[in-house]
């Protein structure tokens, strides 16, 4: 009876050791994957701000998200904004764009923007999604044809509530 009660104990250790591992390496992976997303975001080539947006008088520098891989990757390129910067995302056409905060970095507020300029929804202060569990999509009850993402509590800090006009000044490009 001894003898059964060391293999059971050493078996019950030997699964203890593997599970620690095992979480060890998990851990070590995830810390690895953000860290390579850091780098890629830290050489960001993406930098230079022609184009720009006013609101309420402010004026904030775009970055243009017009191809399909802008469209799908949006800030997820970069560390942080500025105070006054941000991604301004350009369709075609009118329509009810959804977003996520899938391999954010930091925590922004989102701006749809109708065709007729006017601002129709506004969600604040959307934390980044951690990418094993489900990211909540964000969209408006109404048709934008403009999204502007912006650092968290922008709009809360400069009073920008819906139907704020917004001006374009747009800077077309061509090239990467």
């Known amino acids: 009876m001894f003898a059964f009660k060391t293999q059971r104990n050493n078996l019950f250790f030997q699964i203890t050791v593997l599970l620690g591992a095992f979480s060890i390496l998990c851990l070590a992976n995830l810390f690895n994957l953000d860290y390579d997303r850091k780098i890629f975001a830290q050489n960001d080539t993406i930098n230079k701000f022609p184009s720009s947006v006013k609101i309420k008088g402010l004026h904030i520098n775009v970055t243009l998200a017009k191809t399909p891989d802008e469209l799908t990757k949006g800030l997820s390129i970069k ?78 800090k400069n009073n920008i509530t819906v139907g704020d006009e917004v001006e374009f000044d747009i800077v077309n490009s061509t090239g990467s």
């Open 79 to 156: 560390n942080s904004l500025k105070e006054h910067e941000g991604m301004l995302f350009i369709f075609d056409a009118p329509k009810k764009s959804s977003f996520w905060m899938k391999d954010m970095k930091f925590p922004i507020d989102i701006i749809w923007i109708h065709p007729n300029t006017t601002i129709v929804h506004i969600e604040k202060n959307l934390q980044p999604c951690i990418s094993f569990l489900m990211c909540a999509s964000y969209s408006p009850n109404e048709l934008s044809q403009h999204v502007l993402e912006v650092n968290a509590h922008y709009t809360t």
